[in-house]
């Protein structure tokens, strides 16, 4: 480890040596790779921490580019995936981190596996259920984990400790009815609520992974930036009637079966998984799909547009397909171009 490099980090002393050294020996595993997570990923790696998994299921827009900062418009012209890009990206800032990235959709089959490692986990999503997905797994495993969204000017951020501190459904037993938070797509964001909530989160995960837990604030964080406001919910006990934290029931990992189908919250699109194992030989499916619309391709993704509809397949057969709301009508395009 390069202490020169750390130095006016290592001259804090909430981080110290000591610290330092714990850092590189840590691993953190980034879920989401949008505008908290590839922030969060930026900042850890600066920090040294010496692993990083950084998982994202979706591809860089230039509607991302004014909040995401790690992205760049060649990122968008060259059709990256998040992770890949943000990947990328952490290589060129310390080469002295392992850096990991993962394009897949987390849900109930890998989510535990992929984050079994971790040390602590950053949400860097953009939904309740894949939030809920997280803190059921990291729950049953016992890994701790920062929560933290944003939209518009306002901001929200918890650490869960699970069995010790109240889990995301201790304080959200529910999750919000469809259409009824807003999101990024229907309120807007401005970048300085992101940097808010992802310094919140990554200091969080500094004090755990230098073993400083009595430095966590204990709290829920809220905060609007445009308004000039914040508060902080101190949270003390555990909800006796907690199903994940309390009686062991992880409702959100007990799916089974059959394709995974999620509508994208505010982008007229819908999320497609396939329930096996496959992987996608992109020159021959375009070969197939030439004479049915346009067709391009790179080695991490397929775009495919007909009509009103655009299809990005990746290479284990998840497809975002825009032009739509309605899972039915995503799936009969799914079948038609891509098999059942």
């Given at each position: 480890?390069?202490?020169?490099r750390?130095?006016?980090?290592?001259?804090?002393?909430?981080?110290?040596k000591?610290?330092?050294q714990r850092?590189?020996q840590?691993?953190a595993?980034?879920?989401?790779?949008?505008?908290?997570?590839?922030?969060?990923?930026?900042?850890?790696?600066?920090a040294?921490?010496?692993?990083?998994?950084?998982?994202?299921?979706?591809?860089?827009?230039e509607?991302?580019?004014h909040?995401?900062?790690?992205?760049?418009?060649?990122?968008?012209?060259?059709?990256?995936?998040?992770?890949?890009?943000?990947?990328?990206?952490?290589?060129?800032?310390?080469?002295?981190?392992r850096?990991?990235?993962?394009v897949?959709?987390?849900n109930?089959?890998?989510?535990?596996e992929l984050?079994?490692?971790a040390?602590?986990?950053l949400?860097?999503?953009?939904?309740f259920?894949?939030?809920?997905?997280?803190?059921?797994?990291?729950?049953?495993?016992?890994?701790?984990w920062?929560?933290?969204?944003a939209?518009?000017?306002?901001?929200?951020q918890?650490?869960i400790?699970?069995?010790?501190?109240?889990?995301?459904?201790?304080?959200?037993?529910?999750?919000?009815?469809?259409g009824?938070?807003?999101?990024?797509?229907t309120a807007?964001?401005?970048?300085?609520i992101?940097?808010t909530?992802?310094?919140?989160?990554?200091?969080?995960a500094?004090?755990?992974?230098?073993?400083?837990?009595?430095?966590?604030?204990?709290?829920?964080?809220q905060?609007?930036?445009?308004?000039?406001?914040?508060?902080?919910l101190?949270?003390?006990?555990?909800?006796?009637?907690?199903?994940?934290?309390?009686q062991?029931?992880?409702?959100f990992?007990?799916?089974?079966?059959?394709?995974?189908?999620?509508t994208?919250?505010?982008?007229?699109?819908?999320?497609?998984?396939?329930?096996?194992?496959?992987?996608?030989?992109f020159?021959?499916?375009?070969?197939?799909?030439?004479?049915?619309?346009?067709?391009?391709?790179?080695?991490?993704l397929l775009?495919?547009?007909?009509?009103?509809?655009?299809?990005?397949?990746?290479?284990d057969?998840?497809?975002?397909?825009k032009?739509t709301?309605?899972?039915?009508?995503?799936?009969s395009i799914?079948?038609?171009?891509?098999?059942?």
């Amino acid at each position: 480890m390069n202490l020169e490099r750390y130095s006016r980090q290592i001259l804090f002393p909430g981080i110290g040596k000591e610290g330092q050294q714990r850092l590189a020996q840590s691993h953190a595993v980034i879920i989401g790779c949008g505008a908290l997570g590839a922030m969060s990923a930026e900042m850890l790696a600066r920090a040294g921490v010496g692993r990083l998994r950084l998982i994202d299921r979706d591809f860089i827009e230039e509607s991302n580019l004014h909040r995401q900062i790690m992205f760049e418009e060649r990122d968008v012209a060259d059709r990256l995936p998040k992770a890949i890009a943000a990947a990328s990206h952490v290589n060129r800032i310390n080469s002295e981190v392992r850096v990991e990235a993962i394009v897949k959709d987390v849900n109930y089959s890998n989510v535990e596996e992929l984050i079994r490692d971790a040390d602590v986990l950053l949400d860097g999503t953009d939904n309740f259920e894949a939030r809920f997905l997280i803190n059921d797994a990291a729950v049953k495993l016992g890994k701790p984990w920062v929560y933290g969204a944003a939209v518009s000017s306002y901001g929200v951020q918890m650490t869960i400790r699970p069995r010790i501190t109240p889990c995301l459904r201790c304080v959200f037993p529910e999750m919000p009815a469809p259409g009824t938070s807003p999101t990024c797509d229907t309120a807007g964001v401005i970048l300085p609520i992101i940097a808010t909530v992802a310094s919140h989160q990554v200091a969080e995960a500094l004090k755990i992974l230098t073993g400083q837990i009595e430095k966590l604030h204990g709290s829920l964080l809220q905060f609007d930036l445009w308004q000039n406001t914040s508060t902080r919910l101190k949270l003390r006990e555990r909800a006796e009637d907690c199903p994940a934290c309390q009686q062991n029931r992880y409702d959100f990992l007990a799916a089974r079966g059959g394709q995974l189908v999620t509508t994208l919250c505010g982008r007229n699109a819908v999320q497609i998984s396939p329930s096996t194992v496959v992987r996608v030989d992109f020159a021959k499916l375009a070969e197939q799909m030439c004479d049915a619309g346009e067709v391009s391709y790179n080695r991490h993704l397929l775009k495919f547009k007909s009509g009103e509809h655009e299809i990005t397949v990746f290479p284990d057969a998840r497809c975002i397909i825009k032009g739509t709301d309605d899972p039915n009508v995503a799936r009969s395009i799914y079948a038609r171009y891509i098999g059942a």
